[in-house]
């Protein structure tokens, strides 16, 4: 049935929660033919993922989404049938006052970040009555395991994955200005954190025997590539030759630009958690960079996921795996021998991911489940 739903986000300090309501909220528009609109308290920064955002702009729709400045809540808005609240993000006052008004209590959902760990199927779906007043909202948990909300995954995303042919990867590549592939390279796409050890990577890659394409998008991490490269044997402002290594550095793109980046690349780095779910579908080996939790909680959360992602590896690669992934996290130096330890296992990684999405395309979709459970509630 057709519900009307109110998506709340807020903006902490990267692209990850907009990344996430965006994609969801396209998802519940498109491929369940919701009302959605989307409640976002930085519209620049969503613009970057979503160019047709203008941050000028208050309230506007965007592929099908309404989409309003988080900041234009007030008594007048009248609440839809299902609230999301994003990351515990919190309702404005003024509107969870106008929930109360509701004759039928709204289904009010928030959803959590997304981990591995065992203890998320035990809180997916656990009521929270709120402290004061008469409502109640559920958490929500996207997840790796049935029992939990599953991952974002649009109703043709595989399919479009696997008709991307050589000939779209080229059209791809011309329109976006990126080089041609010369035979034998590899080209990686590099998305991760300022902490991240990215110059022993570039010292790595340069050394490699096969030419390597390194794609990373403007921003703090390619300025420090540019500045570390510092003798290379040639240089414009966004390519920089040194050795084998070739870096394209390339202005961020839209959302659904970046998906045909990662699946025409043979590896690619990803980080926080909407690339990375990215990159699973992608089918490509690839490098986690976990978004850094205070008291190194996000170990845990790392761990989880490696424990689920290799259980069913032959031990050698598993190890690969684990190594070059603890490498990148600032567990320990990354080098050569490490890089070409997980590169040997690049074939029977991209067998082993392929398995995976089967195994993922098993359980529903996040924005199925959601519907689903709010249908179920209404
Ligand atoms: O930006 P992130 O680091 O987001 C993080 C995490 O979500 C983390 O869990 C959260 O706590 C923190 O934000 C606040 O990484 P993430 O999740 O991969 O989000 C990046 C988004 O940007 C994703 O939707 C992909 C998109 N993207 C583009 O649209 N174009 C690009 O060129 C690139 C590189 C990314």
Redesign the pocket.
Known sequence: MQRRWDIFCTV??????I??CW?LARQLTQDHHQVVRLWVDDLTSFSC?APDVNPEIQQQVVQGVEICRWQCVSVEVEPAEVVIEAFACELPDVYVAALLQRKKQPVWINLE?LSAEPWVVQCHGLPSPHPRLPLIKTFFFPGFVQGTGGLLREKNLIARRSTFSTTAERAFLQRKGLLKRKPGEIRISL?C?DTAPVTKLIQVLSESSKPVLLIV?EGSVAGSIASLLNNPSSRTEKLIQYGQLTVQIIP????AD?DLLLWSCDFNF???????V?AQWAGSPFVWNI?PQTESAHWKKLDAFLDLYTANMPEEMADAVREIWACWNGRYEINSAIWLNYFSFRESLTEHNKDRVKQLLKQDDLASSLAQFAENKL
Do not use: A, K, W
């Not at 990803?270 to 690339?275: F, L």
């Open positions: 902490i300090d990267n692209f990850g929660d990344g996430v994609r993922i970040y998305f954190y998008t961020f793109m839209e959302q970046y990803v980080r926080g958690e909407d690339s990375f990215r978004y």
